[in-house]
């Protein structure tokens, strides 16, 4: 596949169906950061075992780093995307954000990141704060609280606070949907950034090519590769890359 240097920068998030590790490290004013992939190409050592990775080692830009962490839901998506974008050198000229969005029911409660290390890809150099475990004893405090109506809201809020910080900065920006929630009204706001998966769903859409492991929930390794094509190409055509 044809690589392509546009965007010097990707900046990926979600949940467990984005993450693959941090991925590199984060472009500062002195540095242009790092994408681990493009060092895994040149030695054959790592094979990209989520669509964000894919699209790092597919289109090789300088920098890659990935926040997306396993059971975020759309609250952390966008705080972390957004955070990610003010701390660093991310500049909308150079820089292509990806994420996928994730159930708005995930209730994400916000920590100290000495309490939820366990889980996060970052380190607190990154991001100084981290997200409690779902189910655990501290998160359940919370939970109990709420209700999946206020937690849905909240979501859909953040979600919002999202697309607008990338439009109103002019951010380049592709996103995937975990399950099929295309008759939002949010989510058709913002279609024409929509990966174009022909479910909709990552999740739908790799069962629907036969691509789901043994845990009978997450995409295999082909599933996220055919999935990352899907967005490589549409990505390509979006922002005309190699022209």
Not at 199 to 214: K, P
Request: glycine fraction near 6%.
């Amino acid at each position: 596949m044809e690589k392509s240097l546009k965007f010097k920068n990707i900046l990926a998030g979600g949940c467990s169906f984005s993450k693959d590790g941090i991925g590199g490290a984060p472009p500062t004013l002195a540095s242009a950061g790092a994408n681990s992939f493009r060092y895994d190409i040149d030695y054959g050592k790592a094979e990209p075992l989520s669509w964000t990775s894919f699209l790092a080692h597919s289109m090789d830009p300088d920098s890659f780093t990935n926040v997306a962490a396993s059971s975020l839901g759309p609250l952390a998506t966008s705080k972390t995307i957004c955070d990610m974008l003010d701390r660093f050198n991310y500049q909308p000229t150079d820089t292509l954000v990806i994420f996928n969005i994730s159930y708005l029911w995930r209730l994400d409660i916000q920590c100290n990141f000495a309490d939820g290390t366990f889980f996060v890809p970052w380190t607190n150099d990154i991001l100084d704060y981290s997200f409690l475990q779902r189910f655990s004893t501290e998160w359940k405090k919370h939970f109990v609280e709420t209700t999946l109506e206020k937690i849905q809201e909240q979501s859909l809020h953040s979600l919002s606070r999202l697309f607008k910080y990338l439009k109103s900065n002019k951010y380049p920006f592709v996103f995937t949907l975990l399950d099929n929630i295309t008759d939002i009204s949010l989510i058709q706001e913002y279609k024409s950034h929509l990966v174009p998966l022909k479910q909709h769903g990552i999740h739908e859409y790799c069962r629907g090519i036969n691509a789901i492991s043994e845990d009978n929930f997450h995409p295999t390794t082909q599933g996220y590769h055919a999935v990352g094509k899907v967005a490589y190409n549409f990505i390509q055509q979006k922002y005309k890359l190699g022209t």
